[in-house]
Structures are given as structure tokens and as C-alpha cells.
């Protein structure tokens, strides 16, 4: 298939070549045509490399220009920031985060000049002076950027409440992952050269790059970073790595310099490599260990507003939104359920009713989910994409199965708490439910995901019948959230309602005596 494409690459190219429109416009323009063939000759000191090299790095600054640019003026791109900063608290379990402290340490300047250490001992060995000076400088040159841009863009860090990791001083960029990109692609580089075979080449490649990836990803995950922040590290990293890496193989291939003789060779070469790489992983082992870590988030008390019932149907609703969101930010389906209870008087409702909480999003929930879904099982408290309100994900959900058993098919509804409360302890939540007809791969997501049914009224008729029933409910009405509308929510679904929310305050249920 290759050799096909490649041939059929070649045919089109003379094609074009002895074309008489082409041929006329070369005579026209013999300087620039020139000047371009130059450009794109692999042979050529300041051809082919150069040119792909110069292109790939305006590519990424621009990428870095374009997250400076939303940074000042798109909302939307702080709405995204905090949608991903949130949903990712969702991820979280203590033996998840030690993954990740571990890997934002390796982007760690304790341990990155370790690593560096090393590695210019094995590039001495080597007798590569010129590729150590540049290691030595470019580190030393990104740190510099780092601190200047942070100077001209003084972002403030994520909210405590979301830290694991909580730092001082200015978000934008984040450090780690710029530094990163740099001295690990760097590394990888390094070892690519000597490496023999392309497979072999290819996982070093693809090892630095899921490196870099994962320090980057800590980053957000403990809450040090704005996911925006890391992304346009990535970009600017990525730019500088690809000048540099430009300007060496140039040098490399086309320099009249004699090669420089090695110090050290052979098995003992070999030995040498091994050692470094050991001592800088047991340097970043023993760093890790040795430093203070916290697996659950810098709680800050929000206050409880306290309202009256009258107030619970519309006053508290002026300047909140009235819809679900995206993660980006854009309204989806509208609020449908009002509830007013304790979280105690909410599981026994809805336990009553008949239905159960759903599972919390994590790798083995989530195959769990996807192995039900393709064999078409059961998964009662199978877990659901979340959904955001106000900039959090839901808090938690609650599902029922329909009579087929199957985690394809399902009543589900999402809840969020607010900081309202009727009285010292009964919470106002609110909620968004829907009927779960199928599994699709949702094209906005581009994950296995539920489609819906579109009547998303029929759905708040049958969840408000189903709480009724239990004789749990004290009062309910209606309110207008939202005008009558149409719309799609996450996955792309359409749905249709007419706008109205269903509000429900829960009985209190007396404690039983102790026997």
C-alpha cells in the first residue's frame, strides 16, 4: 500500500513538473523557484531540515499566541479551565494521586537537574561538548522565559479548594510542563541517535512523549496549573525543542568539524549510560519520598446562605444559571428538579422509589460500564458521564433500570448541591433528569456515552410520580426555569421541554430509637 501511495506521489509530481503552465511560470520566476527547490532539498545545509523545522516551530507559537490571546479576551476559555479543573476532582483517590506527585516531581527542578547532571556526564563521556553546552543553556534559557512571561502575565493559581499541590506566584505558564517538554524530548533525542532500529527509535520517542504528557496532566490533576496553562507550555516547549533539535541534526549532517573522539567506549560506555540512568531514578525516587504530601484537597468552608421556602422556586435562581453546561461552558439541558431535604432524606427517597445511586466515575467503573454496555448487561449503579452546572460537575446521581435490565437503557438524574439551605440543615439541590434510551459514541465527546430520550419532560413527570409514591414528599409545585426550548445537550442529543421544574421539598424522617 505504501509503495503505491509513493509511486502514485511520484507520477503526480512529474505530472506536474512538465506541465507547460508550470513550465511558463518557472521561467517567469527562475530567483524564486530556485530559492524554493533549495528549501525543499534534504542535500542542502539550509534545505529540507531547516524548512520542515521552521514551519513546525511558527506552528506551535502560534498555538502558544492563540492561548495567550483567549487567555485575555474569551471567557469561554476560563469557563473550559475550570469545567476540566473540577471534573478531574472526580478522578481522584490516594493511590492515584501518589502517581501523580510522582510524576510532577520528575518535572521538579531538584530532580530535572539531576537528570541533567547525567546526562551531561554521559554526553562528556561521549565527547559531545557541543550537545552538553546546549543542554546547559536551553535549560537555563527556558527558565528565563518562564520567569518573564510570568512576569508580563501575572494569572492567578487555581483555588485552594482544588489543590492537592497548592503553589504561590503566577499560573501562566506552568513551569514544569515547559521544562518538561524541553529537557525530556532533549533526552530522547539524545538516546534516538544511538539508538539502533526504528522500532526501537519509535518507543523512545513515544516514552518521552507520554512523559511529558503525564508530568503535564499532574500538573492540572493536583490543581498547581490551569489545564490552558499546560497546554501552552506543551506549545511553546514544543517550539523551542523543535529549534533546537533543527539546529542540531544541521550541524550534525552537514558540518565540515571532525567528529568528536569519544572518552569512553565500549562495554564501559555502556556501563556508564546505565549507571547515570540508575543514580538519577534513585535521586528521584529518594526526592519523592523525602517530600510532604497531601491526598485530599485544601478544604475551604463555603458559607451556607440560608433562605426561605418561598424563595426556594425562583428568587435564589437571579444571576445563577438555569441550565446544565458543557464543558465548555455552554448551556445544555435546563434544570428540571428542585429538591429541598438533607442528603440522608434524599437517598431514602430515592432508595424508596426505587432507585439507586449511581457508581463514581473511575477507570474500573467506567470498563465496567463499557463491558456491560457491549454485552448488553446489567450494571444497576453502572456511573454516567458528568455534567456541569455552575462550573462543578454533578455531585452525585441516581438511577433506575427499566424492566429489560440493561445498563443500555436506564431513568437517570443528576444532582448538584447549592450553597442554599431552608432552615440549619436541609440543603437545596438541584437536578437534571432524562431517559437513557441507548449507547452511542457521542461525536462531541468522542467516548461511549447514553443517548436520551427527547421528551425530557416525560422523564421530571416520572421521577416527581415516582417520589410521590413513597408518601417521602411534604409539598410540590412548579416553577419556570427556563422559556419553552429545544437544544442538545453533551453528546449532541436533541431534546424538547417546556422549560418548567419540578420543586420538592422532602419529609424529614424521624430516627429510630435505639432497641
Same mark, same amino acid.
Given at each position: 500500500m505504501f509503495r503505491l501511495i509513493r509511486s502514485a506521489l511520484r507520477s503526480a509530481g512529474r505530472g506536474v513538473a512538465h506541465d507547460p503552465e508550470v513550465r511558463k511560470?518557472?521561467?517567469?520566476?527562475? %530567483?524564486?523557484?530556485?530559492?524554493?527547490?533549495?528549501?525543499? @532539498?534534504?542535500?542542502?545545509?539550509?534545505?529540507?531540515y531547516l524548512t520542515v523545522g521552521l514551519v513546525l516551530a511558527a506552528f506551535f507559537v502560534y498555538l502558544f499566541f492563540g492561548v495567550v490571546e483567549d487567555l485575555v479576551g474569551q471567557p469561554s476559555l476560563i469557563q473550559s479551565d475550570l469545567n476540566i479543573i473540577n471534573l478531574l476532582q472526580v478522578l481522584r483517590n490516594p493511590g492515584f494521586t501518589a502517581v501523580m506527585f510522582f510524576l510532577t516531581y520528575l518535572g521538579q527542578w531538584?530532580?530535572?537537574?539531576?537528570?541533567?547532571?547525567?546526562?551531561?556526564?554521559?554526553?562528556?563521556?561521549?565527547? %559531545?561538548?557541543?550537545?552538553?553546552?546546549?543542554?546547559?543553556? @536551553?535549560l537555563v534559557g527556558t527558565e528565563v522565559f518562564v520567569w518573564l512571561v510570568r512576569r508580563v502575565i501575572n494569572r492567578p493559581r487555581p483555588t485552594l479548594v482544588n489543590a492537592l499541590s497548592p503553589e504561590e506566584g503566577s499560573s501562566f505558564p506552568s513551569g514544569h510542563a515547559l521544562v518538561a517538554v524541553v529537557f525530556y524530548g532533549l533526552a530522547a533525542y539524545f538516546v534516538m541517535r544511538y539508538v539502533r532500529g526504528r522500532w526501537r527509535r519509535a518507543l523512545v520517542a513515544f516514552t518521552g512523549v507520554v512523559l511529558v504528557l503525564a508530568i503535564g496532566f499532574s500538573r492540572i490533576y493536583l490543581g498547581a496549573h490551569w489545564p490552558s496553562d499546560v497546554f501552552a507550555s506543551f506549545a511553546a516547549g514544543a517550539a523551542w525543542l523543535t529549534l533546537l533539535i533543527t539546529t542540531l541534526e544541521i550541524r550534525r549532517k552537514f558540518s565540515d568539524a571532525p567528529r568528536p573522539r569519544p572518552i569512553v567506549t565500549g562495554k564501559r560506555y555502556a556501563w556508564l549510560v546505565g549507571a547515570a540512568g540508575a543514580a538519577w531514578a534513585a535521586f528521584a525516587v529518594v526526592f519523592f519520598l523525602s517530600q510532604p504530601r497531601v491526598y485530599a484537597p485544601y478544604l475551604i468552608e463555603e458559607p451556607v446562605l440560608q433562605v426561605s421556602a418561598a424563595e426556594v422556586a425562583g428568587p435564589i435562581f437571579a444571576g445563577l444559571p438555569r441550565d446544565s453546561e458543557s464543558i465548555t461552558g455552554l448551556a445544555k439541558e435546563p434544570i428540571n428538579f428542585v429538591l429541598v431535604g438533607t442528603r440522608a432524606e434524599l437517598d431514602g427517597a430515592f432508595a424508596a422509589a426505587g432507585w439507586l445511586p449511581s457508581d463514581r466515575i473511575n477507570a474500573r467503573s467506567f470498563f465496567r460500564m463499557l463491558f456491560a454496555a457491549a454485552a448488553n448487561l446489567d450494571y444497576p449503579q453502572g456511573p454516567g458521564i458528568p455534567t456541569f452546572w455552575n462550573g462543578r460537575p454533578n455531585d452525585f446521581a441516581y438511577e433506575q433500570a427499566t424492566v429489560r435490565r440493561t445498563i443500555r437503557q436506564r431513568h437517570h438524574i443528576h444532582i448538584?448541591?447549592?450553597?442554599?439551605?431552608?432552615?440549619?440543615?436541609?440543603?437545596?439541590?438541584?437536578?437534571?433528569?432524562?431517559?437513557?434510551?441507548?449507547?452511542?459514541?457521542?461525536?462531541?465527546?468522542?467516548?461511549?456515552?447514553?443517548?436520551?430520550?427527547p421528551a425530557v419532560d416525560k422523564e421530571r413527570q416520572k421521577v416527581l410520580a415516582d417520589l410521590q409514591a413513597t408518601g417521602r414528599v411534604e409539598s410540590d409545585s412548579e416553577m419556570q426555569m427556563v422559556d419553552p426550548m429545544m437544544g442538545t445537550n453533551e453528546a449532541g442529543d436533541a431534546f424538547f421541554t417546556d422549560g418548567k421544574a419540578a420543586v420538592v421539598f422532602l419529609k424529614g424522617q424521624p430516627v429510630p430509637a435505639s432497641p
Open positions: 511560470f518557472e521561467e517567469r520566476h527562475r %530567483r524564486l523557484v530556485q530559492f524554493i527547490r533549495r528549501r525543499l @532539498t534534504p542535500d542542502e545545509r539550509f534545505g529540507l531538584q530532580v530535572i537537574l539531576a537528570g541533567a547532571v547525567c546526562v551531561g556526564v554521559v554526553l562528556a563521556a561521549r565527547g %559531545r561538548r557541543h550537545d552538553l553546552a546546549v543542554l546547559g543553556v @536551553t448538584w448541591s447549592t450553597d442554599f439551605a431552608v432552615g440549619d440543615d436541609r440543603r437545596v439541590w438541584l437536578g437534571t433528569a432524562h431517559y437513557d434510551r441507548g449507547i452511542k459514541i457521542a461525536t462531541t465527546i468522542l467516548i461511549p456515552t447514553h443517548s436520551i430520550d
